[in-house]
């Protein structure tokens, strides 16, 4: 993972470069706030002072692999954590 960035309205905020697939959808979403490292091509932040929370949650929604991992004063906010199935859902009736 490349450096977390913390402090901004208590968020932490990291992306985990086995989950980001370069396909650029944050940078997108938040130009300027999240691009793509040039020789990893994982992304990263790249204006952490000047971003703010809702530009960090946008990129973190954009991300179709939940690469951007986001917590605020302590707790994970995103992507939020599902419980498990525990047995397989029952078919729909229609
Ligand atoms: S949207 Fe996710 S997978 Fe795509 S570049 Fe950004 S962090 Fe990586």
């Known amino acids: 993972m490349n450096d977390p960035?913390?402090?901004?309205?208590?968020?932490?905020?990291?992306?985990?470069?086995?989950?980001?697939?370069?396909?650029?959808?944050?940078t997108t979403a938040a130009p300027g706030i999240y691009v793509l490292d040039e020789e990893t091509q994982v992304a990263e932040?790249?204006?952490w002072e000047g971003a703010t929370v809702q530009q960090l949650f946008a990129g973190a929604?954009?991300?179709p692999t939940?690469?951007?991992?986001i917590e605020q004063y302590g707790r994970r906010v995103y992507p939020q954590i599902l419980t498990?199935?525990?047995e397989a859902?029952?078919?729909d009736d229609d």
């Open 5 to 26: 960035k913390s402090g901004k309205e208590g968020l932490n905020v990291w992306i985990d470069p086995k989950r980001c697939i370069s396909n650029a959808k944050c």
């Open 89 to 91: 859902p029952e078919p």
């Open 61 to 63: 929604r954009a991300c």
């Open 66 to 69: 939940q690469a951007i991992i």
């Open 84 to 86: 498990p199935m525990f």
């Open 45 to 47: 932040i790249a204006d």
